[in-house]
């Protein structure tokens, strides 16, 4: 299933897709992991500094997995819960990428994230691929060793470059203009 906003591109039973701004092809493009955890957000935020920076079009791309759905399959409406979890999810992402100039995209697929993120990166040809590191506690520390961090397989999967953000990276400062 495929919702789309102004795309061109055609459509992918894998997921959802939608977008905004320009028609893809005639920037540059960066593709950003994107998920529930606060890592997320600040990885968001880089990125769009980045591609206001560059004149690129972001693609926002949440790889759906069963963090997304209530955790008792025989909860009424399951399936809509999922849903409802992954609209706000977007809703998210369309608050913080508002006035980006450069057209955003958010696509939804089911799948490893990294495999995830590396295909719709080759898909897209995208520059790069953005992803935030989570906090390193105990509970980050288990989930590691069982799932495996995304950003260290996708440092070793990838072949672009990928820039993973640290979830305590404060805002920059703009570049200073000469006058």
């Known amino acids: 299933m495929s919702v789309r906003s102004g ?10 897709s939608s977008r905004t701004g320009p028609r ?20 968001l935020q880089v990125a769009r500094d980045l591609a206001r920076r560059l004149h690129a079009h972001l693609t926002v791309v949440h790889a759906v997995d069963l963090g997304d759905y209530p955790i008792d399959p025989d909860t009424p409406g399951w399936e809509d819960q999922a849903e409802v979890t992954l609209a706000e999810e977007r809703a998210r992402v369309q608050q ?25 990166a080759e898909e897209r040809d995208a520059l790069l691929i953005v992803v935030g ?8 520390r288990l989930r590691r060793l069982i799932d495996g961090s995304v950003s260290h ?8 470059p990928v820039l993973v953000v640290p979830h305590d990276h404060g805002p920059y400062p703009a570049p200073q203009v000469p006058a």
């Open 7 to 16: 795309s061109s591109r055609a459509s992918r039973p894998t997921g959802t």
């Open 24 to 43: 893809p092809g005639s920037e540059p493009e960066l593709v950003v992991g994107f998920d529930r955890d606060e890592a997320s957000e600040t990885a």
């Open 96 to 120: 913080a990428l508002a006035g980006h100039r450069f057209g955003w995209s958010y696509e939804t697929r089911h799948g490893e994230p990294a495999d995830v993120l590396i295909q719709v």
């Open 133 to 140: 590191r989570h906090e390193h506690g105990v509970s980050e």
């Open 153 to 160: 397989r996708l440092t070793n999967r990838c072949g672009r």
